[in-house]
């Protein structure tokens, strides 16, 4: 069974501290998408990784992918009150399909 | 452009009845999906199409239809509505061009809050 997971999956942090959000995944994939969902709203693309070792930035915010070890990291520096959301990570099934599967979701919540 | 847009935003059903959500891109994209969000939960795909005329399942297709007439149309009906069918639903858009597919990055639509009582 495909399976996308995320952890933690909440997570309460201080302002100006720094934590990373783990996407594991279990099919092989190249492809993997980051998404920020504000409570009650719709979802916003924040990354897309296309290849191994991709690495890409935004702000406070840095993805990267690692397709061999089939892991993606979120890590967040010096975090701040406004980017409390949840944050999902989804698979791009290279079937031929080109359906995504995605993860359970991290709960943020940044304290100030 | 609108991007994607959906409605109604918000719907209370009872049981049996039957409705269609809306979906509609301004984007000439060619991939269109319809998601469920349960309350906490990631999104389920529900059906997906890769161009007018052509629509196939997702994960969760189970008491729920989709046409594709047009590449900015995409309608999600429900028939005999069941209480477990109470969600937000999302749809969304993507283009993908030619053998090899470098992008996928999906646009969401605002969200169908529906209730079945």
């Known amino acids: 069974e495909l399976k996308v997971e995320q952890n933690p999956l909440f997570l309460s942090m201080q302002e100006e501290k720094n934590y990373t959000i783990y996407c594991n995944y279990s099919?092989?994939?190249?492809?993997l998408y980051w998404y920020r969902q504000d409570p009650g709203k719709s979802l916003e693309s924040l990354f897309v990784?296309?290849?191994?070792?991709a690495v890409k930035q935004e702000g406070r915010l840095m993805a990267s992918l690692d397709t061999k070890a089939r892991l993606s990291t979120l890590h967040i520096t010096a975090a701040v009150h406004d980017l409390s959301a949840t944050y999902f990570c989804?698979?791009?099934?290279?079937?031929?399909?080109?359906?995504?599967?995605f993860g359970t979701g991290t709960r943020l919540k940044v304290l100030a | 452009n609108a991007g994607v847009t959906q409605t109604p935003k918000f719907r209370i059903l009872k049981i049996g009845q039957s409705m269609t959500l809306q979906c509609a891109q301004d984007?000439?994209?060619?991939?269109m999906y319809w998601y469920r969000q349960d309350p906490g939960m990631g999104l389920k795909l529900i059906y997906y199409?890769?161009?007018?005329?052509?629509?196939d399942k997702g994960e969760v297709p189970n008491g729920y239809n989709v046409s594709r007439s047009t590449t900015e149309y995409f309608p999600l009906r429900l028939e005999l509505a069941a209480p477990s069918q109470t969600s937000v639903y999302f749809c969304?858009?993507?283009?993908?061009?030619?053998?090899?597919?470098?992008?996928?990055?999906?646009?969401f639509g605002p969200g169908t809050r529906l209730t079945v009582l």
């Open positions: 989804a698979v791009d099934l290279t079937s031929g399909t080109y359906k995504y599967i």
């Open positions: 969304a858009s993507s283009y993908l061009q030619g053998a090899i597919v470098f992008h996928n990055e999906q646009f």
């Open positions: 990784l296309l290849s191994n070792g």
């Open positions: 199409s890769v161009g007018a005329g052509i629509t």
């Open positions: 099919t092989t994939s190249d492809r």
């Open positions: 984007m000439n994209h060619n991939y």
